[in-house]
């Protein structure tokens, strides 16, 4: 996934714009091997950036592409969205690309990211769009293999969309949870979509 550093560029752009905060405390749900918080690390100096995922060596991997990438603070942390390991109103910003499809119980992980969440704090997710048409996925699969991302990498991406979620399924999440939602991005169609939502 090295090979589309845009990707974690855009969306480390996403949360540089909704922090408030010189210093803000960012969680990175789903961490995976990190590059998502190598780019947020460079974009945003005065961060702190907690990762979070399930598996060690993912923890390991994040740590060291971070840490490759810049010197800035960056806490690598094993943990679960039903029950993540940090304490109540602490965080500023929580970002998550396409880690949805891997929480076992939905309901609750939002829940969790509302409680550890300061007042006024912003989730900024990027989630697979379950309505993306089985066609344009085929697609995808070739696109991703033509450019070299490695059958795992491939394999790992295009199964995920048996799990994954549509827009209004997220939201409902997280107006259950208790958020207002900010901002919508993708079609009804489109491979992902994002959305912004705060905690009141």
Not at 152 to 172: F, G, I, M, P, S
């Amino acid at each position: 996934m090295k090979k589309f550093p845009e990707m974690y560029a855009s969306l480390a752009q996403r949360v540089k714009n909704n922090i408030s905060s010189s210093h803000p405390l960012i969680c990175d749900l789903g961490a995976g091997p990190g590059l998502l918080s190598a780019e947020i690390a460079k974009q945003i100096p005065g961060a702190t950036v907690v990762g979070i995922d399930p598996l060690r060596k993912m923890l390991q991997l994040a740590k060291e592409n971070v840490y490759i990438e810049t010197v800035k603070d960056f806490e690598p942390m094993l943990g679960v969205s039903e029950k993540i390991p940090l304490k109540n109103n602490t965080m500023d910003v929580i970002v998550s690309r396409f880690s949805l499809p891997y929480w076992k119980q939905p309901e609750k992980s939002f829940t969790e990211i509302y409680r550890i969440l300061k007042p006024g704090g912003k989730v900024v997710l990027e989630a697979l769009n379950r309505d993306f048409p089985s066609w344009k996925l085929l697609l995808t699969k070739l696109h991703m293999l033509f450019n070299q991302a490695g059958r795992d990498v491939t394999k790992y991406h295009t199964d995920a969309y048996l799990l994954a979620h549509t827009r209004e399924q997220v939201e409902q999440y997280f107006i259950q949870a208790g958020f207002t939602i900010l901002e919508r991005e993708g079609k009804k169609k489109e491979w992902r979509f994002l959305v912004v939502a705060e905690k009141k």
